[in-house]
């Protein structure tokens, strides 16, 4: 398949844009932080994303989706990075929507996906329970009781965390911490008993938030998939997941490497426009070439999640490997090349800086990816 | 027993007497340390006693000269001191931009009545300082600046604006960099002066960082008449002692990163998955052992590079290798502790992470390789004066 996007794509892409340019911008999470506003986004701007069909990417057409498929919100994806849209769309509308349409059964995906698609019901998947993503580690326990099964554990760095109306929980039904077995996906309602949710402020400004369980009464019903044998689809979900961050992960890279551009060619030094350095121009040129490498790896493994190819772990982890590292350079090199207005906050690369580090550290960090990759490869 | 081991065992013996047990635990940020200062309120009475003791002997400066009232303490000496200082983890008494920068410049420019004014304040910490060099459009091109010092017979009319200034809101006195002259080249129309930050005419506007503090500030002039006595050494000769206290600043700044309780790799085993006694995260082990390797070897280079220096001298040039090389490593640093921490080392506000400890000075940590002049001038300097390399 070509690595291009063909022409329906290429449409989403311009309309996400354009929408997101204008509702969903670096401006709008400013303000969102500095009002400290409690949903952390804005309902309305999320109400349109609905409207405008970007929540149903993932969900089959049979369930009210637009097929567009992780491509789709791939490109979804970068335009949000490139405007740090704040909204519940990649916890919800990706995640979620894609580990539903995936695992559950028809009466679930019948009850679940449409109030997803429109945007009424905030889903997002409860997976870390510590600093470092490893969802073979997971610890928190479901057992067996009369008719269902009660939960014990925690969870932190759950996206979207205190504004969900439901959670998707995976935790232990057999086995230990470090099996890839005995793991299984729990649907909890927000209010359930013994289900506390803590708002956590991360350095975005964006939401996130600790769940702890305890002892919180589900009955079989609850279960999405088959006990035990989450983890394969269940990484499968989340290797989709990587690659749309990876993607979001692009936009920030782009958006700030755009903003040092122009700041190359306004700011003048030495009588000259500091873009005349050439110690800037060849670091910018270089910067320039690892996003578009970090752009290619992250189409070819969309395009993969899509054709539900083999190669789909390898190249999500070469994807999120390479979008964290190309990010985490972009953010450093903006900040260092706008000297001391990189370091305010009325500078926009911080924000991105911000959130960089954030989507770098979700589902896998780039050493995470990297050792992955090797792990994968066999050696 | 030669002086030098009697000397150890004195200031031993005087330090376990005289450091106050709270005062030997590493200071955690800029808020906790003491800036002295005729507003400075002290976090604590330990604080103010420490500073206190120190600054009797002089060892809040310990190589100044006794007749300013420094510790008057050879090389070996202050080295040994420092030694000392670390083996019982004594808090450096005083942070001060008097100690850092403005000191050593006016020790080596300065007329003797303005030394005899100006010193032993900073010595005593009572007199807060910070520094007026940038400007909105000044800033790697710092000898273009714009900010007019007019004569006026027995004092000079400074208007213009300053910008990073560094604490102005909370400083009691300015060194400023002004033009005197705007007839000669840029590098020879530039004077240094001193004044108070209470002068009618001074304001300061905070600017708020990424960290979420504001550390640092717009400073305004508007018509601040300035003493003829506050202008240091000669007017139009400004440029030349700019620079010789930029290679101080440069000096203190390639040390940020010093001085943590502990190393990246030990507070990577308390918080990063670790199994049979080593990291699990193999890429992270190598990262971690690749930065402490630099960091080592950067230590031994700062030391090396003073006990070549001559006695009373900075270290000249080799401040821009030590200032290039010391921040980018400890930004380095500050990246591994990301890594280290993973999402929970970027939480923001909540006693979880005391407020987002980890994540603010992580930010804090890019301005290492700007202020004091970035990292791209650090290089240009050491590819023009120390390696001679041919300007475009
Ligand atoms: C936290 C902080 C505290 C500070 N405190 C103070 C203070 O107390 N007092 C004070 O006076 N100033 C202070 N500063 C200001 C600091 O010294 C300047 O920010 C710095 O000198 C850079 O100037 P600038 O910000 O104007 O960046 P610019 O000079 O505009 O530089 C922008 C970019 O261009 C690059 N560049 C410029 N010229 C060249 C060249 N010839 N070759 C290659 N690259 C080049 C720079 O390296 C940088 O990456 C502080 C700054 C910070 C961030």
């Known amino acids: 398949m070509a690595l291009v996007l063909n022409e329906e794509q290429q449409l989403l892409k311009d309309s996400a844009a354009g929408f997101l340019a204008e509702k969903a911008t670096v401006e709008h999470l400013r303000a969102l932080r500095d009002s400290r506003s409690e949903t952390g986004y804005d309902a309305d701007v999320w109400a349109e994303t609905a409207e405008m069909g970007f929540t149903a990417m993932v969900v089959d057409e049979a369930y009210g989706g637009v097929g567009f498929g992780m491509v789709g919100a791939g490109v979804v994806a970068e335009e949000m990075g490139k405007n740090l849209s704040a909204s519940p769309w990649f916890a919800s509308s990706v995640v979620a929507a894609d580990l539903i349409n995936s695992m559950a059964s028809d009466t679930q995906k019948e009850a679940l996906l449409g109030p997803i698609v429109e945007g009424s019901n905030i889903v997002t998947l409860a997976v870390d329970e510590g600093g470092h993503h490893d969802p073979e580690g997971i610890s928190a326990r479901a057992e067996k009781t009369d008719g269902g099964y009660k939960l014990y554990g925690l969870k932190s760095f759950v996206p979207d965390a205190h504004v969900a109306t439901q959670y998707l929980v995976v935790a232990r039904t057999s086995g230990s911490a470090g099996d890839k077995s005995g793991l299984t996906v729990f649907l909890l309602d927000r209010g359930t008993q013994g289900l506390i949710v803590d708002q956590s402020i991360m350095a975005d400004s964006r939401n996130w938030g600790r769940l702890t369980m305890e002892g919180v009464a589900v009955t079989s019903d609850a279960i999405i998939g088959s006990v035990d044998d989450a983890f394969t689809p269940l990484d499968k979900t989340l290797d989709k997941a990587r690659v749309v961050i990876a993607a979001e992960l692009l936009g920030i890279s782009r958006a700030c490497f755009a903003d040092t551009m122009e700041y190359l060619k306004d700011r003048k030094q030495f009588g000259v426009a500091i873009g005349t350095f050439q110690a800037l121009q060849h670091r910018a040129a270089h910067l320039f070439s690892d996003i578009e490498l970090a752009h290619s790896s992250i189409i070819k493994a969309l395009q993969a999640a899509d054709a539900d190819s083999p190669a789909l772990a390898t190249l999500a982890s070469v994807a999120k490997a390479k979008a964290c590292q190309v990010a985490e350079l972009a953010t450093n090199e903006a900040v260092q090349m706008f000297g001391g207005i990189g370091m305010t906050d009325e500078c926009n690369v911080g924000f991105y800086m911000k959130r960089a580090r954030i989507a770098q550290a979700l589902y896998g960090d780039y050493n995470f990816h990297a050792g992955r990759y090797a792990d994968l490869r066999g050696f | ?290 930065h402490e390797i630099d960091y080592a070897s950067f230590v031994a280079t700062v030391e090396r590079v003073r006990d070549e220096a001559k006695a009373g001298g900075g270290v000249g040039a080799a401040s821009s290798t030590l200032k290039y090389y010391g921040t980018e490593l400890n930004k380095d640093r500050s990246e591994l502790m990301l890594k280290v921490g993973g999402s929970d080392a970027l939480e923001w506000e909540g006693q979880y992470s005391g407020e987002g400890k980890v994540a603010r000075t992580w930010l804090r940590t890019k301005a290492n390789s700007i202020e004091g002049g970035t990292s791209e001038v650090q290089l240009n300097i050491i590819s023009k004066r120390i390696l001679g390399l041919p300007s475009s």
């Open chain 2, 1 to 290: 027993m030669s002086d030098h081991e009697t000397f150890r065992q004195e200031t031993r013996a005087w330090l376990e007497g005289n450091c106050p047990q709270s005062m030997r635990s590493p200071i955690l940020g800029e808020d906790d340390a003491c800036w002295g200062g005729r507003g400075f309120v002290f976090k604590s009475d330990d604080q103010k006693l420490w500073l206190e003791r120190m600054a009797s002997r002089g060892w809040t400066t310990p190589t100044w000269p006794t007749a300013y009232g420094g510790g008057g303490l050879n090389k070996t000496e202050a080295k040994i001191l420092k030694e000392e200082m670390r083996k019982i983890k004594a808090r450096n008494p005083l942070n001060s931009f008097g100690i850092s920068m403005l000191g050593p410049m006016l020790l080596k420019y300065a007329s003797e009545e303005m030394k005899q004014q100006y010193l032993p304040d900073i010595v005593q910490g009572k007199i807060r300082w910070c520094q007026g060099y940038s400007e909105p459009g000044a800033g790697s091109d710092l000898a273009s600046l714009q900010t007019k010092a007019e004569d006026k017979g027995d004092h000079y009319l400074v208007n213009g604006q300053k910008v990073w200034t560094s604490y102005a809101d909370k400083a009691d006195w300015i060194f400023c960099l002004v033009r005197t002259d705007f007839d000669a080249a840029k590098h020879l129309g530039i004077s240094f002066l001193l004044f108070d930050m209470a002068s009618e005419g001074v304001s300061t506007k905070p600017i708020k960082l990424i960290s979420g503090n504001s550390p640092f500030c717009e400073t305004f002039m508007d018509d601040v008449k300035v003493p003829k006595g506050q202008l240091v050494g000669e007017a139009g000769q400004g440029w030349t002692y700019a620079k010789y206290l930029l290679t101080h600043e440069r000096e203190m700044i390639s040390e940020m990163g010093s001085g943590a309780a502990k190393s990246v790799g030990e507070i990577a085993m308390e918080l990063s998955p670790t199994s049979e006694g080593r990291l699990r995260d193999p890429i992270l082990r190598g990262q971690i052992a690749a």
